[in-house]
């Protein structure tokens, strides 16, 4: 399978706890994204990356929130001190940047989060 | 004001048959690109098709179209001779820039597509 992956699928966590999700992205892929889902919304954008480089913050990335990408490759999501707010759908996507005219996003499966 | 717009409450279709899947969009940047996306209840995001601001002509890739009117701002999906697998939710978005400037996507809420067979 050579699409995005994210680890775990699920996790379920008591309010206060850290939390870290970990996504794969298609290996040749240069832009790494971050978003959140909620119950009956669409995504809504958190962070990207350009090989290590974090280019954009959402206003919704909190403090508590940190997201990397050492090596260009895998990127990881912190929770610090989880809410019960926080749970939703983490999604994560990977590009190209140049390849195509409009640089589609391909996204993993999600980590759903569940805080109680 | 909202980005991305889709009101229709759950749409229904014949399978077989087509449909139109309605986003408005609102941007002031002359730059940008109009995303459609499927998402099936396992949950990911499916790409389907793409629309820039300056195409002249409305992208259509297999069975979808987009019906792309720029000065009312709108850029439909056209799903056509429906099957049961296009059951699902549909979600319009919007990039704001040319390509590579900005990548985040702006999402609308979506709409419940169900396929009757």
């Known amino acids: 399978d050579t699409g995005v992956s994210q680890n775990p699928r699920h996790k379920i966590t008591k309010r206060g706890q850290n939390v870290t999700f970990r996504c794969d992205p298609i290996s040749e892929h240069n832009r790494l994204y971050w978003y959140r889902q909620t119950l009956g919304q669409g995504p809504e954008f958190l962070t990207y990356?350009?090989?290590?480089?974090?280019?954009?913050k959402s206003r919704l990335l909190s403090d508590r929130f940190s997201a990397e990408r050492p090596k260009g490759s895998f990127s990881t999501l912190e929770i610090q001190r989880t809410e019960q707010g926080d749970s939703a759908m983490y999604l994560c996507?990977?590009?190209?940047?140049?390849?195509?005219?409009?640089?589609?996003?391909?996204f993993g499966p999600g980590t759903r989060l569940t805080v109680l | 004001a909202q980005k991305i717009t889709q009101t229709q409450p759950g749409m229904f279709v014949q399978e077989k048959e087509a449909v139109t899947l309605d986003c408005t969009y609102d941007?002031?940047?002359?730059?940008?690109?109009l995303f459609w996306y499927k998402q099936p209840s396992s949950g990911e995001m499916i790409f389907l098709i793409y629309?820039?601001?300056?195409?002249?002509q409305n992208a259509t890739e297999g069975r979808y179209s987009l019906n792309f009117q720029k000065a009312r701002k709108s850029a439909n999906l056209v799903i056509s001779a429906s099957q049961l697998g296009d059951s699902a939710m549909y979600f319009c978005a919007m990039r704001e820039g040319p390509t590579g400037a900005n990548s985040k996507l702006t999402f609308g809420k979506g709409i419940t597509l169900s396929v009757r067979p």
């Open positions: 629309q820039g601001s300056y195409d002249q």
């Open positions: 941007t002031s940047d002359p730059s940008y690109g």
């Open positions: 990356f350009q090989n290590e480089a974090q280019l954009e």
């Open positions: 996507a990977s590009s190209l940047f140049g390849q195509s005219s409009y640089n589609e996003q391909f």
